[in-house]
């Protein structure tokens, strides 16, 4: 069992664990900034689109949307369909987005995490030392 423990805990103090911790974080940030510069506006753009949608047919029949029953209204109503599916298919898909982006968030956070340990767990163990410039 003494044996085990040394062998996780010379793994998790070694260089490769800290160079793994760095690159899986370098990765997640540069996915969460991807994610926001394309898929953030895009979002905008559709949710400004769908509640226009929702606005101009309210605006019509002085009710709200909610509350429409599309079929009730002939002439608007390809318009009240259409501006109910927008809006549940721009909050179904920015909730998907947010939830993606935290869990980029979270693998983010513990992969820094897990780079802090790793570190301490090196300059520590005492093999820091071999990393020193020889006279």
Same mark, same amino acid.
């Given at each position: 069992m003494h044996l085990?423990?040394?062998?996780?805990?010379? $793994?998790?103090?070694?260089?490769?664990?800290?160079?793994?911790?760095?690159?899986?974080?370098?990765? =997640?940030?540069?996915? @969460?900034?991807?994610?926001?510069?394309?898929?953030g506006p895009f979002i905008y753009d559709a949710e400004i689109a769908a509640y226009a949608l929702k606005f101009e047919v309210e605006s019509q029949v002085n009710t709200s949307i909610?509350? =429409?029953?599309?079929?009730? @209204?002939n002439t608007i109503q390809a318009k009240c369909n259409l501006a109910k599916y927008s $809006?549940?298919?721009?909050?179904? @898909?920015?909730?998907?987005?947010?939830?993606?982006?935290?869990?980029?968030?979270? $693998?983010?956070?513990?992969?820094?995490?897990? =780079?802090?340990?790793f570190t301490l767990l090196y300059l520590s163990s005492g093999k820091s030392d071999s990393l020193s410039v020889k006279k």
């Open positions: 085990i423990i040394h062998r996780i805990s010379e $793994l998790f103090s070694s260089i490769s664990a800290i160079k793994f911790s760095f690159r899986a974080a370098f990765v =997640l940030a540069g996915a @969460y900034l991807i994610g926001a510069s394309t898929q909610n509350n =429409l029953i599309c079929s009730d @209204y $809006l549940s298919t721009i909050e179904s @898909y920015s909730s998907a987005f947010m939830s993606i982006m935290g869990t980029i968030k979270v $693998l983010f956070c513990s992969a820094i995490f897990f =780079l802090t340990v």
